[in-house]
Structures are given as structure tokens and as C-alpha cells.
């Protein structure tokens, strides 16, 4: 099983900069890839960014330019830092990861895990 622990969250004003930081911990073989997603209300929940285990990286076209994803792999966590933020990124940020754990015989399949999510809300 993997636990995720987001921080970085909170009340920003339009402009601001904050980190997201996702620390993933557990009975961890292997990451593959660790992202960030978010749902506004009413909303579905996309994709924001990705990064694999290579360090290829995806964003969605709305971020580009203005968030970048990184990863620490020595400590499973991934970073979203997001820079000029705007009201209509507000809402609740979810790490996600795709990963093996151990298991009886070896490990298991890759599989995707979620955080609880960190409300981001940005003041105009």
C-alpha cells in the first residue's frame, strides 16, 4: 500500500507562487510516474501534470508556461510549483502515483494511487 502526504495548499492570492509538495511512502518497488491532478466544483477532475520515472513531463495546456512539475526521487516525493496563478486554478489538488508495492512472491502490478487532495483557492 502507498500513502500520500500533500502540503503546499491554502488561500493565494492571483499572482502568487506556491509549492505543492506530495510525499509518497510504503511498501514501495517502484514509481513510474507521479502527477498532479485537480477538480473544481462541479467539475471533473483532469490531469494537471506529470512526470514519469525518465523525467518526461506532460501539462495541461492551461498550466503550461506557468506550473512545472519536479521529482525527488531519493525522497518519492513530486513538487508542483505554480507561479502566476490565476482564480480559475482554484480548486482541489490531488497527487497522484503509479506504482509497485511488495507483495507475497514479489510485487504487485503498477497501480495508480491518489492523495486526499490540498484546496488551493486563489483571491482575485
Known amino acids: 500500500q502507498v500513502q500520500l502526504v500533500e502540503s503546499g495548499g491554502g488561500l493565494v492570492q492571483a499572482g502568487g507562487s506556491p509549492r505543492l509538495s506530495c510525499a509518497a511512502s510504503?511498501?514501495?518497488?517502484?514509481?513510474?510516474?507521479m502527477g498532479w491532478y485537480r477538480q473544481a466544483p462541479g467539475k471533473q477532475r483532469d490531469l494537471v501534470a506529470r512526470?514519469?520515472?525518465?523525467?518526461?513531463?506532460n501539462y495541461a495546456d492551461s498550466v503550461k508556461g506557468r506550473f512545472t512539475i519536479s521529482r525527488d526521487n531519493a525522497k518519492n516525493t513530486v513538487y508542483l510549483q505554480m507561479d502566476s496563478l490565476k482564480p480559475e486554478d482554484t480548486a482541489v489538488y490531488y497527487c497522484?502515483?503509479?506504482?509497485?508495492?511488495?507483495?507475497?512472491?514479489?510485487?504487485?502490478?503498477?497501480?495508480?494511487?491518489w492523495g486526499q487532495g490540498t484546496q488551493v483557492t486563489v483571491s482575485s
Open positions: 497522484n502515483v503509479a506504482a509497485r508495492t511488495y507483495s507475497t512472491g514479489g510485487f504487485t502490478s503498477t497501480t495508480g494511487y
Open positions: 510504503g511498501r514501495i518497488f517502484s514509481i513510474s510516474a
Open positions: 512526470i514519469t520515472n525518465s523525467g518526461s513531463t
